[in-house]
């Protein structure tokens, strides 16, 4: 029995598991700004429910926004941190210092996770127009990338195509009840 790709949090875990998007994902969070779930929330709705609309993505972001601010930058800000600093720990301390970045990742992890429940249980609130899959997948990317200020250029595009086709190639999950 595969996964249910009708949670969200199973459809970016094998989203985010397909070859290379994982990387790709870290480049849109660290040199455009993207925060990850937002962008996986634009493909898991617009693969279950369609295209988001101005106003309900607004208001996705502005929960999205909250929680990741206050709870998971924090936390990958340290780990962060904790991973460029090691030589500065004395090599007897290394283990558990190690230990100490792995149990904040754990959490950091578990952060995003507790910020993707908040967004599917937003999306049963939103409105979304048109027909799901592969065009409002695409149409929601696009839509979030305005909304932050940006016009996609041939590299954004490139990379929302990938995404999508990621998104696409899972079996498509029927609609929510």
Not at 5 to 28: A, E, H, M, P
Not at 80 to 95: D, F, I, N, Q, T
Not at 157 to 171: H, Y
Request: aromatic share 6%; net charge positive; with cysteine.
């Amino acid at each position: 029995m595969g996964i249910n790709t009708r949670r969200f949090w199973d459809f970016s875990y094998k989203v985010y598991t397909n070859d290379g998007i994982d990387s790709l994902c870290l480049q849109l969070q660290d040199e455009r700004g993207f925060d990850i779930n937002l962008v996986l929330f634009c493909l898991w709705f617009g693969v279950t429910r369609g295209e988001l609309t101005d106003a309900a993505l607004a208001r996705a972001r502005q929960h999205a926004d909250a929680w990741r601010t206050l709870k998971v930058q924090p936390l990958r800000n340290l780990r962060r941190h904790m991973k460029r600093r090691l030589e500065e720990v004395p090599a007897g301390s290394r283990p558990a210092y190690g230990q100490l970045r792995e149990r904040i990742k754990r959490c950091e992890l578990e952060a995003e996770r507790l910020q993707q429940q908040i967004l599917e249980r937003l999306a049963g609130q939103l409105k979304g127009t048109g027909i799901a899959g592969a065009g409002a997948m695409t149409a929601n990317l696009e839509r979030l990338a305005m909304q932050m200020g940006m016009v996609p250029d041939g590299d954004l595009k490139e990379k929302f195509t990938r995404l999508r086709v990621a998104g696409d190639s899972l079996d498509s999950p029927p609609p929510p009840a």
